[in-house]
């Protein structure tokens, strides 16, 4: 199936939109009159460009206030009409969208208007021109597709058919099952948008929030269902209307816009295999076992600070790298690498970045399939050269420029601790246990309006799902936080938005030039024994208000004894229905990155959100601290 996208839906002049909406990988366009307008070149112009990007125009649009006009208003709607039409015909398309009118003088009536477009479809006729009429949200007689339908059905005419949106219809909160008894061949067109659920006007909520199938919180699965069950075979578009995405990226929306067509296709295939559609077959989204390992890029300098902060929590520097300088860090599953090397992409991060995580392994079922997955929906593959003996790892680029491994266990990459490191003699002569088990999750920081970006990124790519939006309220501002989760939980990131540089999360993005991992947690299997024993290592831990305790005391039944133990250790908590959090924080090193420690109880699957204020105006009250400083 072709995949389109309405110029409107991509942020810059026609020309830039055109090159991205091309090297995204989509097949054509809808113009959207109003950037056709504002074109210095004419029709034939803008129809040679698009065909020299290896793009078609597959619709024209909108024309507005068409049907049920009184006359003069009537004959002046037919005039207009065939002037778009000539327009049409020198752009080289021969679709046109006509939306349910909002013109004041409008009169209703489903035979009216009918008895109209029977007519335009005989003058579109004479010229090769097909008419698709949508329904929008807030017409002023038709705002549901079963009126549009019923509409084109009475019109009768074979150049006259029905577009489809999904806002529109899923925005009225419209059953999408009524789409199936639409005969394939008069439904001409099918626009696709999501769209957080907001209660506010139609008009507003479309024309300013909405956003890429899988971004938003419509049921969009179940609509593409019903229109792919009437044998649906033309072209699936983009129209997105979205204020954030005005002022972002061309290249970085349009290739989002296609992950997510593509994406939304591949979960109509695996949901309805018996619909047999003729559409792209990549790998099953991956299905992710944990972080395998997160690789720091640091010198000689400020790897003995990041080391001797890793030793304060009890990890060992266990292996190093046959030849490279690469070192090992490890505790239980968790597995810490530190780069010095002086070339190469970690050393281009850290000219970049200074001292930051430059890439993160994930463990997968099937690295080469994850991967080929993840290039299918237009990540960008990284490749670099490996040296003897080394293995070939799957890697793609992630948020912030920073990379993603992927390793698995039915191949050799689960060889690469073995082949590529040596182990540190009388290492662990020197060990102390701190009772970290894993990686509990990773927290990437970015600038809000990429938020949106990298949820897709993650969602379409891994079995995953994301929670809720959440504000985090920081002395500077608002950071709206949302996580990614695995289905199995061994995938857990949290995606913190920075709206101003005023805010932790903006002043780590500024002072680090968008390094993305601000963050990592640990999870303990005891986190009061952790906290002992890596106190008595010289670890210092992030000092919490005493005013908190006293909050703590008043909100929940807890001890005395434990209160005092946990402030005494700066152990921070929650609690849901479902169970307990601890959490405890390293102090904050160099450009904002710190550490966690976190321990789950009787199921709690949260973040421990409600501290967030606390912690965010005590890392403030540090300030910088020594260690990993950027020079």
């Not at 080469?368 to 237009?378: D, F, H, M, N, V």
Request: glycine fraction near 8%.
């Amino acid at each position: 199936m072709k995949t389109s996208i309405a110029t409107v839906s991509v942020p810059g002049e026609l020309r830039e939109k055109l090159s991205a909406i091309a090297d995204a990988g989509f097949d054509g366009v809808e113009i959207f009159e109003q950037d056709f307008l504002a074109f210095d070149g004419g029709p034939k112009e803008v129809g040679r460009i698009i065909k020299d990007h290896g793009l078609e125009i597959t619709l024209f649009q909108p024309f507005r206030d068409f049907e049920g006009l009184p006359e003069p208003e009537r004959t002046k709607a037919f005039d207009r009409a065939e002037r778009k039409f000539d327009l049409m015909n020198e752009l080289g398309t021969d679709l046109v969208l006509i939306c349910s009118s909002l013109h004041p003088k409008a009169l209703g009536g489903i035979d009216r208007a009918a008895d109209d477009f029977s007519e335009l479809g005989e003058r579109a006729a004479k010229k090769s021109i097909r008419v698709g009429y949508e329904a929008l949200a807030w017409g002023k007689h038709v705002w549901d597709h079963r009126d549009a339908w019923e509409i084109v059905r009475r019109a009768n005419h074979p150049n006259i058919g029905l577009i489809l949106d999904s806002f529109h219809t899923l925005g009225r909160g419209i059953d999408s099952e009524s789409i199936r008894s639409v005969p394939a061949d008069k439904i001409f067109f099918l626009q696709l948008a999501d769209a957080p659920l907001i209660e506010m006007d139609l008009f507003y909520w479309s024309r300013h929030f909405r956003n890429m199938p899988g971004e938003g919180d419509l049921d969009l699965l179940s609509f593409m269902k019903a229109v792919m069950a009437t044998g649906y075979s033309g072209p699936l578009s983009l129209e997105i209307f979205n204020d954030q995405f005005r002022g972002g990226s061309p290249k970085l929306v349009a290739q989002d816009g296609y992950r997510s067509l593509v994406n939304l296709m591949d979960q109509v295939n695996r949901s309805s295999p018996d619909l047999k559609l003729a559409l792209p077959s990549i790998p099953a989204p991956a299905t992710s076992k944990g972080i395998e390992f997160v690789e720091f890029t640091t010198d000689e300098a400020e790897a003995e600070v990041l080391g001797s902060l890793l030793n304060q929590m009890g990890f060992i520097n266990s292996h190093k790298h046959v030849s490279k300088s690469v070192d090992l860090w490890t505790q239980n599953d968790i597995k810490i690498v530190i780069n010095t090397e002086k070339e190469g992409f970690a050393h281009s991060a850290y000219v970049t970045h200074g001292t930051s995580v430059c890439d993160v392994g994930l463990a997968v079922e099937n690295a080469e399939e994850a991967w080929k997955r993840a290039t299918a929906l237009g990540a960008d593959p990284f490749s670099q050269t490996v040296g003897p003996n080394e293995l070939t790892i799957p890697a793609i680029r992630g948020v912030g420029g920073s990379l993603l491994h992927f390793v698995d266990e039915r191949s050799e990459l689960s060889k690469v601790w073995e082949r590529e490191f040596i182990l540190i003699e009388d290492a662990t002569k020197a060990a102390t246990d701190a009772k970290l088990k894993r990686v509990d999750h990773i927290a990437q920081t970015m600038n809000y309006d990429e938020m949106l970006s990298w949820t897709l990124f993650y969602t379409s790519i891994f079995d995953a799902t994301k929670t809720p939006l959440v504000d985090v309220v920081d002395p500077g501002g608002l950071v709206r936080s949302q996580a990614v989760e695995g289905k199995n939980s061994l995938l857990r990131i949290t995606l913190n938005g920075a709206e101003s540089h005023r805010t932790f999360a903006g002043q780590h993005l500024a002072s680090s030039f968008g390094s993305a991992v601000q963050h990592l947690a640990f999870e303990s299997s005891d986190i009061f024994g952790t906290a002992r024993a890596m106190k008595n290592k010289g670890f210092e831990a992030l000092e919490i208000s005493p005013n908190y305790y006293l909050d703590l005391a008043a909100r929940f039944d807890l001890t005395e004894d434990i209160l005092s133990e946990m402030q005494a250790l700066n152990i921070m908590y929650d609690k849901d229905e479902q169970g307990e959090f601890f959490q405890l924080y390293s102090k904050t090193y160099g450009e904002g990155f710190f550490f966690e420690i976190i321990q789950r109880k009787k199921g709690y699957q949260g973040y421990g959100g409600p501290n967030a204020p606390f912690r965010v105006a005590a890392q403030k009250r540090a300030g910088r601290a020594k260690g990993m400083p950027r020079t």
